[in-house]
């Protein structure tokens, strides 16, 4: 009998094999077949841990990612040393732990720029690349997790968040084995090392859009009024609480939208958004907060969402003139 439960877990564990190589492949190389979108994260993940500190980091989502060029805005030495450490698809969630591992290994920054698209307090719409890309460790996805209870929200970290979180931290194939296929094994190492190369030697900044003018909608136009998640909004405030902690000279800025959207968005919309930015100004007096989102022409977009290089270039000028006394 004894023999035959050996024989029985032997045969289990050679049958195994090709799972557990997976698996370890998935852990071991990621950058050989994951998603472009992967490279920038981690990116901005090793930056974090072990880049070089600077004066100013950028925080945002991606529009703060696509918006501001540290080398321009470092033409004012005002600025010092800039980092973009913004990451396309994230939330005030995410941003909160970037900084907070920022301090924690470099010390607090002199100055914080914080963007954020006004529908990302909305919609957490990339919860499953935070989740897929492991950007988050498990006690913090935890910490986040009995936010998500406190504020009745457990639905938008998914379905089955336990199960997800157990699958995507042992690498398992049904979670990674689309991108496997898809990147044919190994395909993608050269692209992604060359965005996440590219990433770095531009201080963090990347394009989303590279379009020469986008007159679309942007996802702000799809909400009648400001419906936030008050799951984001307490990280947000978690954040403005981190920032202050530390002493960190801060300013939060509005990225532009385009003509097209600025004439669509709703003004109920955008009330319900000054007005938790006014709540910022209560509880921060010293932060800097600009409450209007700006309009650009649809030339300098390179999508709907998202300034092209040129757009950028101009809202990175205008910032640096514009945003410090």
């Not at 994951?34 to 004066?55: C, F, H, L, N």
């Not at 005002?78 to 010390?107: C, D, F, Q, R």
């Not at 006014?278 to 649809?298: R, S």
Request: net charge negative.
């Amino acid at each position: 009998m004894r023999k035959t439960v050996v024989n029985l877990i032997i045969k289990l564990l050679i049958l195994g094999i090709p799972l557990y190589v997976l698996m370890l492949y998935a852990f071991l190389c990621p950058m050989k077949f994951m998603p472009i979108e992967y490279t920038m994260w981690q990116e901005e993940k090793d930056y974090v841990a072990a880049g070089e500190s600077v004066d100013t980091v950028i925080i945002g989502d991606s529009r703060a990612k696509s918006g501001i060029i540290p080398e321009i805005l470092m033409e004012d030495e005002s600025w010092g040393k800039v980092y973009n450490i913004a990451v396309g698809g994230a939330t005030p969630i995410e941003m909160y732990y970037a900084l907070k591992g920022y301090i924690e290994n470099h010390g607090a920054p002199e100055r914080a720029m914080i963007i954020f698209a006004p529908y990302h307090f909305c919609d957490i719409d990339n919860w499953g690349q935070t989740m897929s890309f492991n950007y988050l460790s498990a006690p913090q996805l935890l910490e986040v997790y009995a936010q998500a209870v406190k504020c009745g929200e457990t639905e938008k970290l998914g379905d089955h968040f336990f199960t997800d979180e157990l699958s995507y931290r042992l690498r398992l194939p049904n979670k990674y084995m689309d991108s496997i296929y898809n990147a044919r094994i190994f395909r993608r190492s050269a692209e992604n090392q060359g965005k996440y190369d590219s990433v770095r030697a531009d201080g963090g900044y990347t394009e989303f859009g590279s379009e020469h003018g986008n007159d679309g909608q942007s996802y702000e136009t799809h909400h009648p009024e400001f419906d936030s998640s008050q799951l984001v909004v307490d990280y947000y405030f978690r954040l403005m609480d981190l920032c202050e902690e530390n002493g960190i000279d801060t300013h939060i800025v509005q990225a532009p939208m385009n003509e097209t959207s600025t004439e669509l968005v709703t003004d109920a919309f955008l009330a319900g958004y000054r007005d938790m930015l006014a709540k910022v100004m209560e509880e921060h007096p010293t932060f800097g907060v600009e409450m209007d989102v700006p309009e650009y022409n649809n030339k300098y977009f390179g999508d709907n969402n998202h300034l092209n290089r040129e757009g950028a270039e101009n809202f990175t000028a205008e910032v640096r003139s514009g945003v410090l006394p």
